[in-house]
């Protein structure tokens, strides 16, 4: 078939209504986790403390990002601390140094987290996924599907009060939606799963880098820190 053909054969498809096709990748993507389960030995579910969490992220092979980084990015801050924040990936920066937000958008995190009196002894800083994708692309859906249980897992140890999403990627993957972070900013969700005793108030934020890029936006961004704010307060009055 010529590829003139092809394509009227292709637009004939998507007029029929036909949207997604199947492909042999989850047979693939299958044996991928049988190989990586038996280097890790242990099962995600079975997973009690962060130092196992570390481990298990440490050994396992279930996403290819991990053949192109240099380090695998965990977490920093104080893991007491009842504010979790979650970004996309490592960059240049976290890749060598092994720690999240230690670049450029980092200093700018640190200077909102510092406007609503808060600093790296009071949070915790995780990304939803632990590896650079190369070039700092935005990691692909079925990246970020294959990494999900490690924040999933994360959030169920961590137990936060309150969790702050840094940009769509991370706000795409925790609140299970299609919108873009424009649409998903100046709003209170929850986050829940079956492991979770309760539901915990998520915002989701700009992006730093996206602020460092866009900075007539930089007052939406204060707009939603103000709220953050304001939800701690009521929540340590409660605790
Ligand atoms: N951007 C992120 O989303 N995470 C980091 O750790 C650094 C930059």
């Given at each position: 078939m010529s590829i003139k053909s092809n394509l009227s054969y292709l637009n004939y498809i998507k007029e029929s209504g036909i949207s997604a096709f199947l492909q042999n990748l989850p047979n693939i993507r299958y044996k991928e986790q ?28 279930i996403c290819l990002l991990?053949n192109t ?20 990936a ?39 996924i632990?590896?650079?994708p190369p070039n700092n692309r935005t990691p692909n859906s079925e990246e970020i599907l294959l990494c999900l ?19 769509g990627t991370?706000?795409k993957a925790?609140?299970s939606s299609t919108h873009g ?59």
């Amino acid at each position: 078939m010529s590829i003139k053909s092809n394509l009227s054969y292709l637009n004939y498809i998507k007029e029929s209504g036909i949207s997604a096709f199947l492909q042999n990748l989850p047979n693939i993507r299958y044996k991928e986790q049988e190989k990586n389960h038996k280097i890790s030995q242990i099962n995600i579910s079975d997973i009690n403390s962060l130092k196992e969490l570390e481990n298990y992220i440490n050994q396992s092979n279930i996403c290819l990002l991990k053949n192109t980084a240099s380090k695998t990015v965990f977490a920093d801050g104080n893991p007491s601390s009842k504010i979790m924040l979650i970004g996309e990936a490592p960059g240049a920066e976290e890749d060598k140094i092994g720690k999240p937000f230690v670049g450029l958008a980092g200093k700018l995190l640190n200077k909102m987290l510092a406007s609503i009196n808060l600093d790296r002894n009071n949070v915790y800083i995780t990304n939803i996924i632990p590896w650079r994708p190369p070039n700092n692309r935005t990691p692909n859906s079925e990246e970020i599907l294959l990494c999900l249980p490690f924040i999933q897992k994360h959030i169920e140890i961590i137990k936060p009060k309150l969790i702050i999403l840094l940009g769509g990627t991370a706000s795409k993957a925790i609140l299970s939606s299609t919108h873009g972070i424009m649409r998903m900013r100046g709003k209170w969700y929850e986050y829940n799963n079956l492991n979770l005793n309760n539901p915990i108030p998520v915002r989701a934020i700009y992006h730093p880098a996206f602020l460092l890029r866009v900075a007539n936006k930089k007052r939406e961004a204060w707009e939603d820190l103000k709220e953050i704010q304001k939800k701690l307060h009521a929540i340590n009055e409660k605790i």
